[in-house]
């Protein structure tokens, strides 16, 4: 059967202080294999690993020019000179460098963020709250949410946008945009509610002139200007930038050549902001890097919980919901210490459990590993579940129930960030620099981004129903039929009574009335 764990109480490890360290791994050679892959190093923007003797991560570094900044720490005049102790503690520690290769020092700096952010080594300072770049915070829990201008990206469920290297191109993007699309800004003021208790005023000074879009709206006419928006800021609507090209050749051709250069301008300047995002996302989705620090955080883990053998195979699950609503849960796997995407999973909890953790979490369980069991899968060499010992028993039960032998089975709770077992030994904090921590935090944080990301597309797709929910004649599969052909509610909007005719099983009558119906909407 899957699974080595016993539910019995294991043997309790003798007392030490903190976690085990690993086993060196340095060569009696190391410095001169550090000398040589210093004398090695190009000429070209990149991003430096420096590591102790036992392969973890102290410090990740930037460089326009990766020969020249690196070399810098080790000659011998400068270093007798390092006016920071800290600087000569991390030199002393240093038993090995790898270095990656980007085009660009943008690229440089958006992977010395992203790497410093995964791996979290002791001796980096920069990059803990992100002050280098400017996010797009957008939380579409919000009634009527705003688009704002961040530093610090949260782990709150939002979604956010970037980084973007060049805040005045953003900020005049946005502002574009909120002339485009309609939609609320950082600096906007919460809407006035009007007396049908159904409509509100965006604003109730002049800017409801300025920017040219309707000032009462309802909550779903505004999630569609929302909707719009976001697609167009993840560059997947590029109606916009076609029509600025447009305006701008037409008023070249008048000779209008201010107003074409300002448009000029303007096109270049949301090109660049929105071609940016995609491209970088593009570029920090493809460079990972593999850490040794996973590798020691697995021996450590093995050490820790008087494990067989280091875990080469993690599970994390996590349950999300707004108020009990939207309840869904998800599924994190690392394999050797990096994400295996493949092997994520989502569930939608089944019944009326609505905010019991405890009952969604057994459920979710049960789901997966009665699957796995039924298909002779392997189950993980270690189960993390998110939360204290509620959720810990709760996924133990669903192993019980099924009869089955659970892997090894722990706890994260966040507060602390403390190891909880399920039996009754006593919580584990590990040190916050730990290899075994970090190791745990990433896979948990996974874990936790899913669930929340699939949460809202829930309930961005609830929003995009209501609006149909008010005309009569449609059943699910004819909605559903509707939201598929359109892709969004801006383009359902906007769909002529031929075209929304051509919807299978819509029929010109009933294209007629919901034409109608969508006039009356934007009226």
């Known amino acids: 059967m899957p699974g080595s764990f016993q539910p019995s109480k294991p043997p309790r490890p003798e007392p030490v202080e903190g976690p085990a360290r690993p086993e060196p791994v340095e060569s009696a050679d190391s410095p001169s294999r550090l000398k040589e892959k210093l004398r090695r190093l190009p000429h070209r923007p990149g991003v430096y690993l420096m590591k102790d003797r036992f392969g973890a991560i102290l410090y990740i570094g930037k460089a326009k020019d990766l020969k020249k900044r690196v070399s810098s720490y080790f000659q011998r005049g400068r270093r007798a000179h390092f006016d920071q102790p800290k600087i000569a503690a991390l030199i002393s520690l240093v038993r090995d460098l790898d270095t990656v290769e980007v085009r660009s020092e943008t690229e440089a700096l958006l992977l010395e963020g992203k790497l410093i952010k995964d791996w979290r080594p002791k001796y980096n300072t920069d990059f803990t709250d992100d002050k280098r770049f400017l996010l797009v915070r957008l939380d579409e829990r919000e009634p009527f949410p705003r688009f704002r201008l961040v530093r610090l990206r949260r782990d709150d469920g939002a979604r956010y946008f970037g980084p973007f290297a060049n805040g005045g191109l953003l900020r005049r993007t946005l502002a574009e945009m909120r002339r485009q699309f309609g939609i609320l800004l950082g600096d906007a003021p919460t809407p006035t509610p009007l007396p049908d208790r159904h409509s509100f005023h965006l604003y109730t000074d002049a800017r409801a002139e300025i920017y040219g879009h309707p000032n009462e ?178 996924a133990l039960k669903a192993f019980l129930a099924l009869e089955l032998t659970p892997p090894p089975l722990i706890g994260l709770a966040k507060k602390e960030e403390t190891v909880v077992f399920p039996d009754d030994r006593a919580d584990l904090k590990l040190p916050p620099h730990s290899p075994a921590l970090q190791l745990l935090q990433r896979l948990r944080d996974e874990s936790h981004r899913f669930a929340n990301t699939y949460n809202a597309k829930l309930r961005s797709k609830k929003i995009r129903e209501s609006l149909l929910d008010d005309f009569s004649g449609l059943g699910p599969v004819k909605k559903a039929a509707l939201l598929d052909h359109f892709k969004n509610l801006p383009r359902l909007r906007a769909a002529t009574t031929a075209e929304l005719a051509q919807v299978p099983g819509l029929g010109p009558k009933l294209a007629a009335r919901l034409r109608e119906y969508l006039d009356r909407l934007k009226g």
């Open 217 to 394: 709206v309802t909550p779903a006419d505004y999630a569609a200007r929302v909707a719009a928006a976001r697609d167009f800021l993840e560059g997947k609507a590029r109606v916009w930038l076609a029509d600025l090209k447009v305006q701008m050749l037409a008023a070249a051709e008048k000779r209008q050549f201010e107003r074409a250069a300002q448009l000029r301008d303007l096109l270049q300047a949301i090109e660049l902001t929105t071609a940016n995002t995609t491209r970088d996302r593009r570029f920090l989705r493809g460079n990972p890097v593999r850490n040794p620090t996973a590798a020691a955080g697995a021996r450590q883990l093995a050490e820790t919980l008087a494990l067989t053998a280091p875990p080469r195979t993690l599970e994390c699950f996590d349950i999300s919901h707004i108020s009990g609503e939207f309840v869904v849960a998800a599924m994190a796997r690392f394999v050797d210490g990096a994400p295996d995407k493949a092997g994520y999973r989502l569930f939608r909890i089944r019944g009326p459990i609505r905010n019991d953790d405890y009952r969604a979490m057994e459920q979710v369980v049960a789901r997966r590993y009665r699957r796995l069991h039924h298909e002779q899968k392997h189950f993980p060499d270690l189960l993390v579940i998110d939360g204290g010992q509620g959720q810990v028993h709760a």
